[in-house]
């Protein structure tokens, strides 16, 4: 029987492809408008694996945008009834199923506030967050059955890295955008065996993901799905903060998990990882370095020549397919996993 | 033989107390600086434990003084070369050596990138990070020998509690403040036995921590010093995020350690406490409400009576002293785990 997530895991490609050719025209519009107003910082509202794609729209609206993004801290307005000043903001709410609760509450008091703008990014135009919203900007994923968020999360990077090239001057990015679903497609089918090799975790209890830069997102959500789908305890970790203490945790056979694709954020890893690797860590790693790959025990390919900040987008579906596989190598309902909720209730 | 570490725990009352009645003229000035330059927002940059008074000064920045604050992807700046604009921020680096190499790049770079000004808490006034910056408080904490930060995290707070009042209008924050050497010291001693009842976690692999609003910053601080101190596996969880999908690990018998002090933050986690209580969680719980600790295989208790915001100072007290005795249950130099080094020097 074919799980809703193995099949919302299969359609990635096509749903990139969507928005690449039908959303286009919009996130520019969208960009013109902000571009208007001037915004002097972002700050983004998020919970769970929206969250994650807040962390990579901070450094790629900050480095191709020249934006500088905060992530909320919405219990101060949900819990404390303290809502600090957003002078100048743009304020952005992401959400899955646009009706988390804390996004919506946070856009509501955006403007008076002094917010110059609201953009909500959802995959129900219909919702209560894309209604508030100044502006949104709907996924266009179809209904994600899963419990867990897969197809919805790569779309709403590849969403937030169209937009931070529209807010760009540079055209430069264009043609690696639009090779964003083929490289999807093309890393599904190079991970084929990577489901059936989850096997190895079966008896795994707790790991860690070490990533730096723009793949900090994908340590954060490979983590999540790990603990959402196959109740593994996983830690999220940026290398450099790992390496300034917890890295003592590491012992021979220590479970690491490592995103490191070629670019600057690999180029700051390397060394760590050799270190882990020589003092017998059980490296999994998903690259597309050839010597990178060659230290791990289990290496998780993606395709050659992502310019770095793309390759977010792609180098979590090896994630998904590890998680996947874990899933059912223990045995796990994947699309029901216990504990899950679909729409983030909390205030 | 008394280790660094247990004596720069007991210093803490002393310290915190130096902070309260020597230094506060000068944050005050600081603050009416602050106030000239109209900063819109605040961007903070830090790592490990500073970044955890970071989360802290999130909270209360915002909460107390309606100043929106930021955490800062240093990456982008040391990584990438590509520092965000930041026009009208105030930039804050925290670093208790003040020679992490990260705050400095970024302070460095502020005001060419539009900051209106930069400001440094170090325990080192003749620091980089010090020097750098239009504006410093040294946290006068005294040389902090132990390789885990203890007092010179406390002085961070506090000192950023104190930053916070005197960018508040509200002077009604006087007297808690003054109390709150009194309170580190009456929490030192109500958990005078908690030390030696960390030897029940001996063989305890990962944990979590739960919290949420001002004390999220504390289940972030004392999950760094168990996998610092006790190489555990201790992961960090907004409450909320938490119960958002992650909860699904929790097993009877899983090992939940949560930061409930009275007020808005316990609300919103009473239910959730009382769930993983019923489905038999092992629960160790820093508190002082009496019905929240009486849920707790462990209970560790601070004194009642403390507003909320200024209880992460005294709330990770009890982890500190849980974090030495599993160290020394477990058989770990205190003053030097492995793996650990006192300044950050990463890129």
New interface residues.
Partial sequence: MTTWLEKEIAEQPEVLRRLVEEERPHIAAIARAIRDVQP??A?IVA??TS?NAARYA??T???LA??????A?P??TT??H?T??????LVIGISQSGRSI?PARVLEEAHARGAVMTLSITNDAGSPLAQIADHHIPLNAGPERSLAATKTYTAQLLTLALLAVELSSGIEWDDALQRVPEWMGTTLEMNENTRAAAARYTFM??C?TLA??FN?CTGFELA?KL??LT???A?AY?S??F?????????PGFPLIAIAPQG??L??MADSLQTFHDSGADLTIISNDPETLSGARLALPIPAGIPEWLTPIVAIAPGQLLALGLSEARGIDVDS?????KV?L??
Same sequence: chains 1, 2.
């Fill in positions: 002097r910082y700050m919970r769970g969250d901070q450094y609206l900050g480095a020249g934006l500088a993004v905060g992530l801290a219990s101060l819990v404390y303290r600090p000043r957003l002078d100048g903001a804390e209890s707790h860690v730096r830069g900090y999540l603990k959402e109740y593994v305890v830690e940026s450099a903060d390496h300034h203490g917890p890295k003592a945790i590491v012992q600057e954020g180029r700051t996993p216990r504990g899950l909720h983030t909390t205030e």
